[in-house]
């Protein structure tokens, strides 16, 4: 039996005092698969944690990430299709944001959400390749996906160590991951070393030139000045966080599971994570404002990927923007229209006796919250022959919450447990080893 791994970036909320977007949402599809699902909810790192994606996606491919994850800025790197020296280069995931030059107060930490992609180029190539004028130093920068980045701090002569804090103050770097911070001072941090040792310091040293450097560029750029002009605000600074200086050195994903994957990604740090795992990697465009075409392309390729694979990892970036926003009529438009473009014609493609399909989150976004959350996601896994939770007629989190599979304490935990089910509803039907 084959599993489409449906993961929906961001979707959960808080259900303890208040409707959800999930439950405010018309999703007959994602509803059907819940009624015919074993169901339950998921802490995707542990109770206590508000992961980002890099680490929350790792885990939930069954990977422990405080044993086996080496910073988001590799994997975000990997994604956009660059190569990192070990030792002498440092990956970092950045925002392109918005601040007062002369302060290095924060404004906006993505720039109103309105940086084109083709903007977010422009302002790279002016960065890229700059000499820091210290330690041989140099950064590389390649725009990705509208305010996001990728920077590299580089040294022709010394090594460089990846323990140095983020400049982006949202984040706190605790080992390889980032979590949000509640509350946050809003000015760019000063980079420093998480470690007593001169390749620490010198990093530290190097990404404190490069910030300055950059807002002096950035400040004075004709896209900068254009966006003025048009009442937006100005790109004119980069934040960075999540410093790797190496790649995970991990077990390819098929020989964890002994199945081939393939994956449908959007976003860089999806991709990149796709890459090292070994996964076979759709090529989809980035998402536009156009989602009935984005969902139809993704489903194409998921159908694809299937053809030739037995599991396909689905990850749809939709609710977590509007989460972050704290827009909860948009987050609940979201949801909707990933239930009507992309899960309604999957329901309608696949043979629901070939194929399985699992159905969660890689972490909340509470809109109340406006950031990630610790709190858990709901779990769907709809298998043929393995009798659904009865009472369940909702994805959502409340009903969920209700469910068989109960609570899964670490994502890492997931995949194990469904590839169990799976197993044991194949020996049932005596088609299974």
């Not at 911070?181 to 470690?195: Q, R, S, V």
């Not at 599991?311 to 970036?317: G, M, N, P, R």
Request: with cysteine; net charge negative; proline share 6%.
């Amino acid at each position: 039996m084959k599993l489409v791994y449906l993961v929906l970036d961001g979707v959960a909320d808080r259900p303890q005092d208040y409707t959800t977007s999930l439950e405010k949402a018309e999703t007959p599809a994602l509803d059907s698969i819940a009624r015919s699902s074993k169901c339950g909810m998921m802490y995707t790192i542990g109770k206590g944690i508000a992961p980002e994606s890099d680490a929350a996606v790792f885990s939930i491919l069954g990977y422990d990430p405080h044993k086996e994850y080496t910073g988001r800025g590799p994997i975000e790197a990997v994604g956009a299709g660059l190569g990192l020296k070990e030792g002498y280069e440092v990956a970092f995931r950045a925002n392109f944001a918005t601040v007062d030059p002369a302060t290095l107060r924060l404004i906006d930490r993505r720039c109103g959400r309105s940086l084109e992609s083709e903007e977010a180029k422009e302002l790279a190539a002016a960065l890229d390749g700059m000499e820091l004028g210290a330690y041989e130093g140099y950064a590389r920068v390649v725009a990705t996906v509208g305010h996001r980045a990728v920077v590299i701090i580089g040294s022709r002569k010394y090594r460089l160590s990846d323990q140095v804090s983020n400049t982006d103050p949202a984040y706190e770097k605790k080992g390889y991951i980032s979590i949000a911070k509640k509350e946050f001072e809003p000015y760019i941090a000063e980079a420093k070393p998480l470690e007593d040792t001169e390749e620490a310091r010198r990093t530290a040293e190097l990404v404190n030139i490069f910030t300055r450097k950059a807002v002096e560029i950035l400040d004075k750029h004709p896209v900068n000045e254009k966006r003025r002009k048009e009442g937006k605000l100005p790109a004119n600074a980069i934040i960075m966080r999540d410093s790797g200086g190496r790649l995970p050195r991990v077990k390819p994903i098929k020989e964890l599971f002994g199945r081939s994957f393939g994956a449908v990604a959007e976003m860089p740090v999806e991709i990149g994570i796709a890459r090292i795992l070994g996964m076979d990697v759709a090529n989809v465009p980035p998402p536009s404002e156009d989602k009935e075409k984005d969902y139809e392309e993704r489903l194409t390729a998921t159908l694809s990927l299937l053809e030739r694979n037995d599991v396909v990892y689905v990850h749809l970036k939709g609710p977590d923007e509007p989460g972050h926003d704290g827009d909860f009529d948009r987050k609940v438009r979201a949801i909707e229209l990933i239930d009507k473009y992309f899960v309604t014609p999957l329901l309608d493609e696949i043979n629901p006796e070939e194929t399985a399909i699992l159905v969660t989150a890689d972490h909340a976004t509470p809109w109340t919250v406006k950031a990630h959350t610790d709190d858990p996601v709901p779990v769907a896994l709809m298998v043929y022959g393995v009798a659904p939770d009865k009472n369940i007629k909702q994805f959502s989190e409340r009903r969920c919450a209700r469910g068989s599979l109960g609570i899964i304490e670490h994502g890492w935990l997931l995949l194990p447990k469904v590839f169990s089910i799976i197993e044991e509803a194949e020996k049932s039907r005596g088609s299974g080893p």
